[in-house]
């Protein structure tokens, strides 16, 4: 009997697939020192009032591309398989940049949440939720994460209810962290989050991988039922 280790076909087992890749990609902790940064000529207050409005805009970004991504890559005629290939290729190309460069990573961030303007609720969607947030790198490991669904059956519905849980938790983290900004920087500083990115980095090349194997395995499966 094949052992599966990402046992997506229910709502805990798509839980645990989703929730590092979406935490390894999004980093709430090493955004929040950034977070923290953007804002620093503002008052504490600002960053509390903006989290929580964040952290929302971030969930939806999340959940969209989670619930749709995939689907709408199928109705261009992409196969599973195919797109379990990509969507993996994509995520450990993500995570090798992410693995190597963090620090550019950081500054990458920073760059694109700038110019930050007078007044603080008018960036609470762009640049701060989207791309600074939840970025094109975000967007493109939940579309993957979506890749990972069952063809078919009721198993569909444990593995959204599983990945979608994964995204609001991700968001309560983005708005409890950008919120104790402060508090974030003061524990752990700048190297002590360029350590859990690392380490992050590397579990999400993990998953990166996996979603990879799936999909050969998908296609190799087709191809030998067709043959």
Not at 51 to 69: V, W
Request: proline fraction near 6%.
């Amino acid at each position: 009997m094949e052992f599966n280790p990402l046992p997506v076909s229910t709502a805990v087992g798509a839980f645990l697939l989703a929730f590092p890749a979406l935490f390894s990609i999004v980093n709430p902790i090493g955004s929040a020192l950034i977070f923290h940064q953007l804002l620093a000529d503002h008052p504490p207050e600002t960053r509390r009032r903006l989290a929580p409005t964040i952290a929302i805009y971030a969930f939806c970004i999340l959940l969209g591309s989670l619930l749709l991504g995939g689907y709408i890559l199928n109705f261009f005629g992409v196969s599973l398989g195919a797109l379990r290939v990509a969507g993996g290729l994509v995520v450990a190309i993500r995570a090798w940049a992410l693995l190597m460069s963090p620090e550019v990573h950081a500054e990458h961030k920073t760059g694109d949440a700038a110019p930050i303007l007078t007044r603080a609720e008018d960036i609470a969607f762009f640049p701060l939720t989207m791309p600074f947030t939840t970025g094109p790198g975000a967007i493109s490991v939940a579309i993957a994460l979506s890749s990972q669904r069952p063809a078919g059956g009721s198993s569909v519905i444990p593995f959204f209810a599983g990945a979608s849980l994964a995204a609001g938790v991700i968001a309560v983290l983005v708005w409890l962290l950008y919120r104790a900004s402060d508090r974030v920087l003061a524990f752990l500083g700048v190297s002590g989050a360029r350590v859990m990115s690392r380490l992050m980095a590397f579990l999400l090349m993990c998953i990166g991988v996996q979603i990879v194997a799936s999909g050969v395995e998908n296609l190799a499966v087709q191809f030998l039922a067709r043959h």
